[in-house]
């Protein structure tokens, strides 16, 4: 157990819908972080947060919109979604970003796109 | 574009014996190397590598980064089945944005 919890663990969905991951920490971290885990492809950051601030995009398609209401909750909100976007879907959690080595990692969100 | 490469991809050994996994980079901005474990899904951290040629050492795991030749190996000695896993390599950009880029990882499993 990390301190960073992910819901849910697995989702399906269809191309059509849209839906939400959810992670949340309480370890007084203050960046948190959205990464895609795709198989046999390296762990791609896609969005950083700190203090509330988006402060890294990494050209991210606007099907994936993040969240961040306060300094402890990251959402990443999904719709229309394509088959290539099924992955793992890690969030990470640091004190700052200049201490982003001493990440915390979720156990992450399985998705599957039909 | 700055890129980190690990290999083998996958590796397969016995309990008892030693491997070494690879890691090599190329990023402007170097701050430092990271070492995760992923077992399951969450990745854990194991080391971080800033200075040459120094080794970071926790039980059977070891590292070292090489800064001249842009790489580092991860150690692990007297393998364990608890030692398999997906062992990820990762660079910290220094322009302090929170940037890591990910090597694709190695998979190692250790049979009994």
């Known amino acids: 157990e990390t301190g960073v919890t992910q819901t849910p663990r697995h989702l399906v969905m269809g191309m059509t819908n849209k839906k939400s991951l959810k992670c949340e920490q309480h370890l007084g971290h203050n960046a948190m972080y959205w990464y895609k885990q795709s198989a046999k492809k390296p762990l791609e950051l896609m969005f950083v947060y700190n203090f509330k601030e988006q402060t890294e995009n990494n050209s991210v398609p606007s099907r994936f919109s993040p969240e961040c209401p306060n300094s402890s909750h990251l959402f990443l909100h999904l719709h229309t979604l394509q088959p290539e976007d099924s992955a793992l879907y890690l969030c990470a959690s640091s004190l700052t970003v200049s201490r982003n080595t001493e990440a915390f990692f979720g156990q992450g969100t399985r998705l599957t796109v039909v | 574009e700055d890129k980190v490469v690990q290999s083998p991809l996958s590796l397969v050994v016995h309990e008892g014996d030693t491997v070494t996994l690879n890691c090599s980079y190329e990023?402007?901005?170097?701050?430092?190397l990271l070492w995760y474990k992923q077992e399951k899904k969450a990745p854990t951290f194991l080391f971080m590598l800033?200075?040459?040629?120094i080794e970071k050492k926790s039980g059977r795991l070891s590292s070292i980064l090489d800064k001249k030749e842009l790489f580092s190996i991860l150690n692990i000695t007297a393998t364990q089945t608890g030692d398999s896993a997906v062992y990820l390599c990762?660079?910290?950009?220094?322009?302090?944005?929170?940037?890591?880029?990910f090597g694709q990882g190695t998979t190692l499993q250790v049979k009994p």
């Open positions: 990023v402007t901005n170097f701050r430092s």
């Open positions: 990762a660079v910290e950009d220094s322009s302090n944005t929170g940037k890591l880029i």
């Open positions: 800033t200075s040459s040629g």
